[in-house]
């Protein structure tokens, strides 16, 4: 007598689930945000956390908007917080004073133009948050250039409640002039000083600088910094993009600052500073629109590197990792062509 | 002023230059067309208006034909030329008939005068026989081109789809 | 002999948990007889066997039922004594689920033997003679690939690996062997040797569990040919059983493309065939059963059995003590590499290593399938060197000559890609689509080519055939146009004279 035979269902193999999920990856490089993020608030205030809450609500709706002009699946997309990161990127590199529209402005070039436009999540070619902020820098240069010293240096330092309300106003307590309440950056203190042929131990009299880098700004970096290598610790992020971006970086500045220290900075400068570090592990290492083969992700960080420090140097912006992003992208179907890997049992590579 | 000079002058080299190697530098043979013509399914049924395939590759290679106009290649052979020839592919041609599936001619023998018209007609030899004697069709040389049903003073030749022999892994789908 | 760990390693692979222990706990058991056993003609690589029985027919056990047709095919034997009940279509474990041609045979209970000639001194046996006699065995690989292993000693080589690495999750059939039979596995490796000359004997376990690195030292201590077969230890990283990376790890050389591991003087067999080959060269037991593991969250008694060839599986499960309440998916073959079957009325062929039932958990999950993101997670695991990211896009694209550009042909299906993928596409799926796309349209392609030299050659024969006729009426329309001449005359006359001398002999015959 058999025993009775019992239906299954069946698919392709491997029949075990994936081990993560791009919902738990993006998850995890906010997590990994979190140190800077935390830093930031530190010495800044809370007024970048006004910033990212507007961003991030923008960033949802025109998620929602797109997926439904395009006829998608919104449950699905919107939950895998590709767009809430974008945001988060977005709002790290700009002032926390920005105007609010700021945030709607570089989130509709981010999600709409940039990201589904080009065919949504994975089919991008260029980095959104770095696209959504080359236009606020391009289009709106006050505005995206309007920094404000840290809380501890600065005098008046604007209340929470007062930093609210020039977001979202414009306004500024009475008797306040913006002058007064904004300081540049020490990348910004820099280009423009050096362009008045002052040498760099006098630029760094100024109290913008201080440590590594500028005040308040290299401890941020070291948050992120910190963030990132436990991003690459758990293989979220390869460690060779940053490593190959910091690395040329030191390897580039070491010898021009060795021949002449009172023009090029040193290489802890320039790590310390601007978005090098954020940069290196939180932009430059976005897997849609980075190189696709193992060599070329080493070539394209030493090219955003490379990039990133001509503009610092010969450029006509004072930090320029979006640019160099954005024009690495750009040649990513180049690298690829030409890094494919040999494969087992081949003398040569296709 | 020099500038315009330099200019026109340069395009002027560049013009001679390529005329010259349009001239001397000329490949023998026609390699566009041979390219097309190994893309295409070689029924040389003419149901694209040209007498065979290789009229219609080189009709393509000439620019006088279009790409979509070959029912036995079907979307295949025009994604295939499109890919070639950096063009976009497009729908097949409704106006030469429907792409189907591989087809094979089959003789009813028991109506087969022996008259060999459909003989004459097949452009690959695919069908054995002689005067007065039975007609059958190889079945493993003959492409589906249908040129033999009309000859037929009969109408003993019918088209069957012909079963591909293995198995294939589907598309994985959406 | 040196046990030593080898020094080498394959790019990419995934760490797996073992989950071995599920059904390592016991010894390997044997099974009540089962009443009907359908041994598919077909269960190795090369054409199908040929039967040699008739409906009806009595045979015993170990009896040879199907002859293997050509060089690569194999024989199939009776795995108990009975009579055939039919040889007919049945469903068997491909990843087409067709029928395939079986014999049916029908179980009397009482499994009777034919008779057998052990061979004593299997050693002093010219090559061969082994190599025939292992065809007339049916032995063939046990390590998943099933292809016929006589026809792999028909080249001689420098050394020859037993790959006792058994890398996928769950199965431990191998294990299970070297544990309890490392004596037939070394002796057969010894044989195997013998036939293929080979200068060097490795074998290679995974290192992650000492006893059976101790039971083949031991059995190797004991035989003593500890100095004729080395012993070596392979990290525990999917896919270290895969021919191709366990040679890369062992000897860092690599298989040439599309070429065999003959071709640089190597060659890889599983330790269930070795242990085949010795019971069938010295006791002459033909190869009618295999060690199978019944395993996964779906078993409620999960376990390692030697099952006759033929078994259906849901007996083999009943026999486990049936499904839990999880059951799911049934799987022949590992969770990485191995074919899930629509139903369990399958039969136990040569390559089922093993029988997995997984549980809803293990095979659904809440993330639904996302377009690529382009992390390369999966450039990084592949053990081939392969790019999957840009295969999935090329394949999605049908641009298969462009994938084929990139190696498509060379994946092994490992699954690794698929593994990691956190946008849960079946990568896979893809790969396989497309090497049988490319042979069909490969298949198309030589047809095409033939029918253009059909239509070439005819188009050349009607042409000259013109010609020729155009020449013909052009000499004749020359003749006649000349004026008449006391020569024509004569050929007129002549020619009239054929004539009549042609019709001259049939009316003869009429009278």
């Known amino acids: 007598m058999s025993a009775p035979t019992r239906k299954f269902s069946t698919a392709g193999s491997p029949q075990l689930p994936p081990t993560t999920s791009v919902t738990e990856v993006m998850l995890e490089v906010l997590l990994a945000l979190v140190p800077g993020i935390g830093a930031y608030v530190f010495f800044f205030g809370p007024a970048i956390l006004v910033q990212m809450a507007l961003a991030i609500a923008a960033a949802l709706i025109f998620e929602v908007i797109a997926l439904r002009l395009r006829g998608r699946d919104i449950g699905r997309f919107v939950l895998d917080f590709s767009a809430v990161l974008t945001a988060v990127l977005y709002v790290l590199c700009l002032p926390p004073l920005m105007p609010w529209w700021g945030a709607i402005v570089g989130m509709f070039f981010a999600i709409i133009v940039a990201k589904h436009l080009y065919g949504g999540l994975g089919h991008n070619v260029f980095n959104p948050a770095m696209v959504a902020y080359v236009v606020m820098i391009i289009a709106f240069p006050r505005q995206a250039t309007d920094w404000t010293p840290p809380t501890a240096l600065a005098h008046p330092a604007l209340s929470f409640s007062a930093q609210w309300i020039r977001i979202f106003t414009g306004n500024l307590p009475v008797g306040l002039q913006w002058d007064a309440v904004s300081q540049a950056t020490a990348l910004d203190t820099i280009k423009t000083l050096s362009g008045k042929l002052y040498t760099l131990e006098e630029i760094r009299r100024n109290p913008v600088f201080s440590g590594l880098s500028a005040y308040g700004w290299y401890w941020i970096a070291a948050a992120y910094l910190l963030g990132g290598v436990w991003l690459a610790g758990r293989r979220i992020i390869p460690w060779q993009i940053p490593a190959a971006m910091l690395g040329s970086t030191l390897l580039i500045t070491t010898p021009f600052n060795w021949m002449d220290p009172s023009i090029h900075p040193s290489p802890l400068f320039h790590i310390f500073s601007g978005g090098m570090m954020l940069g290196a592990f939180f932009i430059a290492t976005d897997p849609v629109t980075g190189a696709s083969t193992p060599r070329g992700r080493v070539v394209f960080a030493f090219g955003v590197a490379v990039l990133t420090l001509v503009i610092r140097r010969w450029g006509g912006y004072p930090d320029g990792v979006a640019f160099a992003v954005l024009l690495m992208n750009l040649s990513v179907p180049l690298i690829d062509r030409f890094t494919v890997p040999r494969v087992y049992g081949h003398r040569d590579p296709p | 002023m020099l500038a315009i000079v330099l200019i026109t002058g340069l395009a002027l080299l ?35 208006g040209y007498p065979g395939c290789r009229p219609y590759a080189q009709a393509i290679a000439a620019g006088d034909a279009d790409i979509n106009q070959c029912p036995p290649g079907g979307t295949a052979a025009i994604r295939a030329l499109a890919d070639l020839l950096g063009r976009e592919p497009k729908s097949l041609n409704p106006a030469n008939g429907a792409a189907s599936g591989p087809r094979l001619a089959r003789i009813d023998e028991s109506a087969c005068i022996g008259c060999t018209l459909c003989i004459q007609a097949c452009p690959v030899d695919a069908i054995l026989g002689a005067g007065k004697r039975m007609h059958t069709v190889i079945a493993g040389e003959c492409t589906g081109c249908e040129l033999c049903l009309p000859p037929c003073p009969v109408d003993c030749i019918e088209l069957i789809p012909a079963t591909s022999e293995a198995w294939a892994y589907p598309v994985p789908g959406r | 002999m040196i046990i030593q760990r080898a020094r080498g390693r394959f790019p990419g692979g995934v760490v797996m948990p073992h989950r071995k222990r599920l059904s390592t706990h016991g010894k390997i058991e044997s099974l009540p007889l089962p009443a009907q056993l359908i041994l598919p003609l077909s269960q190795h690589l090369g054409a199908p066997a040929k039967s040699l029985v008739e409906p009806g027919q009595q045979v015993c056990k170990g009896e040879l039922i199907a002859m293997p047709q050509g060089q690569i095919s194999a024989a199939i034997h009776a795995p108990t004594s009975g009579v055939i009940h039919n040889i007919e279509p049945r469903p068997v474990p491909q990843p087409s689920g067709q029928n395939a041609m079986s014999i049916v045979l029908d179980a009397d209970g009482h499994d009777r033997w034919r008779p057998r000639n052990p061979d004593p001194h299997p050693l002093e046996q010219p090559a061969s003679r082994m190599v025939e006699r292992l ?128 071709d640089i003087g190597l060659l890889c067999l599983n330790v269930g065939t070795a242990a085949a080959a010795w019971r069938a060269i010295r006791y002459d037991e033909p190869l009618f059963s295999r060690v199978v593991t019944v395993t996964g969250p779906g078993i409620r008694r999960p376990g390692n059995f030697q099952v006759l060839l033929g078994t259906p599986i849901k007996e083999l499960v009943a026999a486990c003590g049936g499904y839990t309440p999880q059951a799911t998916r049934l799987v022949m073959g590992g969770p990485m590499m191995g074919l899930a079957l629509p139903h369990d009325d399958h039969p136990v062929v040569k390559a089922c290593n093993c029988v997995l039932v997984l549980s809803r958990s293990d095979v659904e999950t809440m993330f639904p399938e996302m377009p690529c993101i382009r992390c390369m997670a999966c450039v990084d695991c592949c053990p081939a060197g392969l790019l999957p990211q840009q295969l999935f896009w090329h394949i999605q694209a049908d641009k298969l000559q462009r994938a084929r550009m990139l190696a498509v042909e060379d994946c092994i299906e490992c699954g690794c890609c698929a593994q990691v993928c956190p946008s849960h596409i079946p990568l896979v799926d893809y790969y396989r689509y497309a090497k049988s796309a490319l042979a069909q349209r490969d298949e198309a392609g030589r047809r095409a080519d033939a029918a253009r030299h059909r239509f070439e050659q005819r188009s050349a024969r009607v042409n000259r055939a013109e010609q020729a006729r155009t020449a013909r009426l052009q000499r004749r329309d020359a003749l006649l146009s000349t004026p008449s001449s006391g020569d024509r005359k004569a050929e007129i006359a002549a020619a009239v004279a054929r004539v009549r001398a042609q019709r001259k002999p049939v009316t003869d015959e009429k009278q």
């Open chain 2, 14 to 48: 560049m013009g001679l230059g390529l005329g010259l190697a349009a001239e001397r530098l000329r490949s023998s043979g026609d390699p566009v067309a041979d390219a097309i013509e190994k893309l295409l399914p070689q029924t040389q049924c003419a149901q694209c």
């Open chain 3, 135 to 262: 065809r007339r065995a049916g032995v063939a690989g046990l390590g998943g690939a099933v292809f016929p292993t006589h026809a792999k000693l028909a080249r001689s080589v420098e050394t020859l690996i037993i790959n006792g690495a058994e890398c996928e999750p769950y199965i431990a059939c191998d294990e299970m062997l070297i544990l309890e039979r490392a004596a037939e596995i070394i002796w057969g490796a010894m044989l195997l040797r013998h036939t293929l000359g080979a200068r060097r004997c490795i074998i290679a376990v995974e290192d992650h569990r000492a006893e059976t690195r101790k039971a083949l030292h031991q059995a190797l201590l004991d035989s003593g040919l500890d100095e004729c077969i080395d012993l070596r230890l392979v990290p525990s990283r999917y896919p270290e059983g895969g021919e191709r990376q366990l040679i890369q790890v062992l000897t860092g050389w690599e298989v040439p493309a599309q070429g065999l591991p003959q």
